[in-house]
């Protein structure tokens, strides 16, 4: 008895004083929880680390990593997910690049793609297979190569689409968006490249600490040993910033710069899932529970605002507020959507990107997704918080956020 009430009390953990977090940190055995979550360097693409690669290269490359890093043997991973928005041929690279990479036969593969949430979209897929009793263990994979398949835009779309002003809206570019966001919101240039000058900044310490060391598996392409970020850039100024020319001059404001923009990059990422009561059994560190992942829409025209309403949603569905958060990692698509966000959620911006964002370090849109969930949680293991949100905006007019508790020491 006195075993059976210790093993409740240690599910239970010690209160925080707030009922509301409380209730999510409590543990259960059918909890999802995160076992393993890691990412490749970010390399710039055309110029990075991974230019000289292909792209099926950098996702093997990838899947090898994460059959390094799992812990277990790789025949018990019963799916792999892997998000991606850009590859061609995604069904045929993703089942022959997890056979290279040393997964069994056994191992079925599938793809997901909704934008820039596609590797966020990949972890929900695994743990909505888990909870619903399809399978055990699953991995999610989020992975682009923007040097091979670099975004062309939006395809011909059909007449009756493009006689609506909406459907005009989806065939813009995404700088586009980024000023529309800019002039109708009254985002200004000023604030605009003081948040793009934070994220490198804030990037650039944590490079220089090796705090990003823990969160990077290592990767070997054409011989040379991959473990840095190469599109961070030191000394990076508001100052500096100010002086380089709007992208868009055809769109006012044209406040939106190759400075205080995310990156267009290269870079993989992946995440182990399985129960509670799996992870014990197999004797694996557990680094999170997932919570939940929601998805929301919007007009096309203004996407990049889609974290201040999907953050919004998901704190409602898991019964917190924006002051239970701890941590937030938003995709830095722009600054002026990131500018926006922060003011209209009110967060502190201490609490956001704390290790920087796309802005420094790229935003490989498939990755993205997967690469937050390793990123937030490297970070709040270190200030030793609870709840962490992870978010982006989506491509179209879409989305998406996912509530995560950290359960390292």
């Given at each position: 008895?006195?075993?059976r009430?210790?093993t409740?009390?240690?599910?239970?953990?010690?209160?925080?004083?707030?009922?509301r977090?409380?209730?999510?940190?409590?543990?259960?055995?059918?909890?999802i929880v995160v076992?393993?979550?890691?990412?490749?360097?970010l390399?710039k693409?055309?110029?990075?680390?991974?230019?000289?690669?292909?792209?099926?290269?950098?996702?093997?490359a990838t899947?090898?990593?994460?059959?390094?890093d799992?812990?277990?043997d790789?025949a018990l991973?019963d799916?792999?997910?892997?998000?991606?928005?850009?590859?061609?041929?995604a069904?045929?690279?993703?089942?022959?690049?997890s056979?290279?990479?040393?997964?069994p036969?056994?191992?079925?593969?599938?793809?997901?793609?909704?934008?820039?949430?596609?590797?966020?979209?990949?972890?929900?897929?695994?743990a909505?297979?888990?909870?619903?009793?399809?399978?055990?263990?699953?991995?999610?994979?989020g992975?682009?190569?923007?040097?091979?398949?670099?975004?062309?835009?939006?395809p011909?779309?059909?007449?009756?689409?493009?006689?609506?002003?909406?459907?005009?809206?989806?065939a813009?570019p995404?700088?586009?968006?980024s000023?529309?966001?800019?002039?109708?919101?009254?985002i200004s240039?000023?604030?605009?490249?003081?948040w793009?000058?934070?994220?490198?900044?804030?990037?650039e310490?944590?490079?220089?600490s090796g705090?990003?060391?823990?969160?990077?598996?290592?990767?070997?392409?054409?011989g040379?040993?991959?473990?840095?970020?190469d599109?961070?850039r030191?000394?990076?100024?508001?100052?500096?910033?100010?002086?380089?020319?709007?992208?868009?001059?055809?769109?006012?404001?044209?406040?939106?710069?190759g400075?205080?923009?995310s990156?267009?990059?290269?870079?993989?990422?992946y995440?182990?899932?399985?129960?509670?009561?799996?992870?014990?059994?197999?004797?694996?560190?557990?680094?999170a529970?997932h919570?939940?992942?929601?998805?929301?829409?919007l007009?096309?025209?203004?996407?990049?605002?889609?974290?201040?309403?999907?953050?919004?949603?998901?704190?409602k569905?898991?019964g917190l507020?924006?002051e239970?958060?701890?941590?937030?990692?938003i995709?830095?698509?722009?600054?002026s959507?990131?500018?926006?966000?922060?003011k209209?959620?009110?967060?502190?911006?201490?609490?956001?990107n704390?290790?920087?964002?796309?802005?420094?370090?790229?935003?490989?849109?498939?990755?993205t997704?997967a690469?937050?969930?390793?990123t937030?949680l490297?970070?709040?293991?270190?200030?030793?918080?609870?709840?962490?949100?992870?978010?982006?905006?989506?491509?179209?007019g879409?989305?998406?956020?996912a509530?995560?508790?950290?359960?390292?020491?």
């Open positions: 008895m006195a075993s009430i210790n409740i009390a240690g599910h239970l953990g010690p209160s925080s004083g707030n009922p977090v409380d209730r999510l940190t409590a543990k259960h055995a059918d909890d076992t393993c979550a890691k990412r490749t360097a390399g693409a055309r110029k990075g680390a991974f230019a000289k690669c292909s792209s099926d290269e950098l996702l093997i899947l090898k990593a994460a059959k390094k799992i812990g277990i790789p991973v799916d792999i997910v892997i998000g991606t928005v850009l590859t061609p041929g069904p045929y690279a993703g089942r022959a690049a056979l290279t990479a040393g997964f036969d056994t191992t079925p593969v599938q793809i997901v793609n909704r934008f820039c949430s596609s590797g966020l979209m990949a972890v929900q897929a695994i909505n297979e888990i909870r619903n009793g399809e399978i055990d263990i699953g991995l999610a994979v992975f682009e190569h923007m040097t091979a398949n670099p975004d062309d835009g939006a011909k779309l059909a007449d009756e689409t493009m006689a609506m002003q909406v459907g005009q809206d989806c813009k995404m700088g586009w968006t000023e529309q966001v800019a002039g109708e919101f009254h240039r000023e604030e605009m490249d003081a793009a000058a934070q994220s490198h900044n804030r990037a310490a944590a490079q220089n705090i990003f060391a823990d969160e990077i598996a290592p990767v070997t392409i054409n040379t040993v991959v473990v840095k970020d599109g961070i030191p000394g990076t100024t508001p100052e500096k910033l100010a002086k380089l020319r709007g992208a868009f001059a055809q769109w006012p404001p044209s406040q939106t710069t400075g205080n923009a990156q267009i990059t290269d870079g993989g990422a995440v182990l899932l399985m129960t509670r009561r799996r992870a014990e059994e197999l004797g694996l560190p557990i680094l529970k919570v939940a992942t929601t998805s929301i829409g007009a096309p025209r203004i996407m990049g605002i889609g974290p201040s309403i999907a953050i919004p949603a998901i704190l569905r898991t507020t924006i239970d958060v701890d941590m937030f990692e995709n830095e698509a722009f600054s959507m990131m500018v926006y966000c922060v209209k959620l009110g967060l502190d911006p201490k609490k956001v704390v290790n920087g964002g796309s802005i420094a370090f790229g935003h490989p849109l498939g990755c997704g690469r937050q969930v390793a937030g490297n970070a709040i293991k270190r200030t030793h918080g609870k709840i962490l949100v992870t978010s982006m905006c989506i491509g179209l879409m989305g998406a956020a509530v995560w508790v950290n359960e390292q020491e």
